[in-house]
């Protein structure tokens, strides 16, 4: 929240779990605290993000992604679940049951995706991808806020490729 700057963080919770009753005020400890630098500059980071819209951004960004992913889905038998919330998405790889993990297919895209080559029509790239989940199975996407809808096409585009080039 400070962008760097100061060691800083945020709590969303049901009011019952944080109540001043269950949650004293000075109740916590943290040697960074009453930093009034790193306070100001998560404050201005904050105050960013509101004149930037961010919560409305994010849901219209993360739901036209997510939507991509389902299209992406009914293309390729080895995507299980898809699933996320905002811009935090993830792509389950299968067998093509659609629900035996499959983490040898999983690696295999992963690195078909660093070795690039992958043909586009702004030219020849590669795909970083994270993988997780209990198996390595999984696929997870964290773009940046900024992300456009050209940018999820030309990355639902990368994909596409990987997993049909990839399927054996």
């Known amino acids: 929240m400070t962008n760097g700057l100061n060691p800083i963080s945020g709590l969303w919770a049901e ?3 944080i109540s001043p009753q269950k949650f004293p005020p000075g109740s916590t400890h943290s040697t960074f605290a009453s930093n009034p630098l790193g306070t100001t500059a998560a404050l201005a980071t904050l105050e960013w993000i509101e004149t930037r819209n961010y919560g409305k951004r994010v849901a219209e960004s993360g739901a036209y992604f997510l939507s991509q992913l ?7 038998k080895t995507i299980g679940d898809v699933s996320g919330i905002g811009l935090a998405l993830r792509i389950e790889v299968t067998e093509t049951d659609r629900f035996t993990p499959n983490r040898a297919l999983a690696d295999k895209i992963f690195e078909a995706g660093l070795a690039g080559g992958i043909p586009t029509s702004k030219g020849s790239m590669g795909l970083v991808l994270d993988i997780g989940g209990h198996y390595k199975n999984v696929f997870t996407l964290a773009p940046s806020l900024e992300i456009s809808k050209d940018e999820i096409d030309l990355a ?11 399927a054996s």
């Open 70 to 76: 389902e299209e992406l889905k009914k293309r390729h």
């Open 156 to 166: 639902i585009g990368l994909l596409d490729y990987l997993f049909t080039s990839n």
């Open 15 to 17: 009011e019952d779990l």
